[in-house]
């Protein structure tokens, strides 16, 4: 694939590095001389010094000839003009604009960008996920009450699993709710609890550990 | 120019957002103001209003452009016309979309200062100025005229 990339930080010598190893056919446009210099020094690509959103600048990178255009400045108005004008005067297939501003993706995808990202939201997404996937997650210490939610997860370890919640003992600390397969289920007394069963529980602040043992089987 | 294209000074009060505040966003506001429409100026930096003339009466509002909460905040969705003329080609031409596409601003008009990125984007029916290819232009027509002057026989000079 031959790949145009404008951009100068870290990010673009990174990808850089990944394209070139996978014999992909990579131009860079960076705005700085010296730093063109130094990523042609460590990078096997042809490195441009100027800006990626000049026609001919582009052209001189060989935009007439690339599959795909990567704009990864941190100047929005930068990416999205150097998207249009690859695809509009250069007929690049495929131009993949990084958005600062969260706002911006829809508006450049809808200007034309194949496909726009914001980093602040896979950044933020991806935490969600990795704090999803532990045991439990902290949700919201009730303010001043001394008590606090918390979502606990079921794992196949979990001592809970085939029992009712009023077997369990829970002191302190009820089960407000039940989330299995994504639909949620009151929590009653007879309820049976499942592997991977999302529970909310809604504890006292001093109770939270042995609850948290009660449902995980570790902690105190 | 930009008056015609807005109804002139004898149509009614237009609501008019210049974008940019250098020389020539505050001398288009300054006489857009003075000609009776109600006009709102953006820039990125408060000094920027310095250079706004007495007959300005509209409102300042500091902020990015290329921010959508600024447009929103301009009430660029009631407006008649959208000038950008901030002195980043590209921001000019983002944001002149944005009017047009987002906003459907009836008149938008964006300053340009490089050529080549400007005849790109007149196909984008963006309505574009650029200064250089005016200056050019000027300057072609009044070398003209002069070689013509010199080239003529001129009485008292041997």
């Known amino acids: 694939m031959r790949i145009i990339l404008v951009g100068s930080d870290k990010l673009t010598y990174f990808l850089g590095r990944r394209f070139t190893s996978k014999g992909d056919y990579l131009t860079i446009i960076t705005p700085e001389e010296e730093a063109a210099v130094d990523l042609s020094r460590r990078l096997k690509a042809t490195v441009i010094a100027g800006d990626g959103s000049d026609p001919t600048v582009l052209q001189e990178a060989g935009a007439y000839q690339a599959d795909v255009l990567l704009a990864l400045t941190d100047r929005d108005q930068d990416n999205l003009i150097a998207c249009q004008i690859a695809q509009d005067r ?4 495929q131009t993949v604009a990084i958005v600062n501003d969260p706002d911006n993706k829809a508006i450049f995808e809808e200007l034309g960008v194949s496909v726009a990202f914001s980093a602040t939201e896979i950044i933020g997404s991806m935490i969600e996920q990795q704090t999803a996937s532990e045991e439990i997650r902290n949700l919201v210490p009730v303010a001043g009450s001394g008590v606090t939610m918390t979502e606990v997860v079921l794992g ?3 001592p809970a699993i085939g029992r009712a919640i009023k077997d369990l003992d829970l002191q302190g600390a009820v089960v407000a709710c039940v ?3 994504g639909r949620v289920l009151i929590a009653k007394r007879r309820s049976y609890l499942h592997e991977a069963d999302r529970l909310l529980v809604i504890s006292e602040d001093d109770q939270y550990g042995q609850a948290q043992k009660v449902l995980t089987g570790e902690g105190a | 120019m930009v008056s015609n294209l807005i109804g002139g000074n004898s149509s009614a009060s237009k609501y008019i957002v210049v974008i940019g505040c250098g020389r020539l966003g505050s001398l288009l506001a300054g006489r857009l103001s003075a000609e009776g429409n109600s006009v709102v100026v953006i820039d990125q930096k408060e000094s920027a209003f310095e250079n706004l003339s007495s007959e300005f009466s509209g409102f300042q509002i500091v902020g990015d452009a290329s921010e959508m909460a600024t447009l929103k905040k301009a009430k660029l969705d009631k407006a008649d016309c959208l000038l950008v003329v901030t002195r980043e080609d590209n921001v000019n031409l983002m944001v002149a979309q944005i009017g047009r596409i ?11 200062f490089d050529p080549a990125r400007e005849a790109i984007y007149r196909e984008f029916d963006i309505d574009t100025i650029s200064p250089t290819q005016l200056s050019a232009d000027s300057f072609m027509q009044k070398l003209n005229t002069h070689q013509v002057s010199t080239s003529a026989p001129t009485e008292g000079v041997a």
Request: aromatic share 14%; net charge positive.
């Open chain 1, 90 to 93: 250069y007929g690049v297939p």
């Open chain 1, 156 to 158: 196949p370890n979990s």
């Open chain 1, 179 to 181: 989330v299995r397969r």
């Open chain 2, 102 to 112: 987002f906003f459907e601003t009836p008149v938008v008009l964006a300053r340009v």
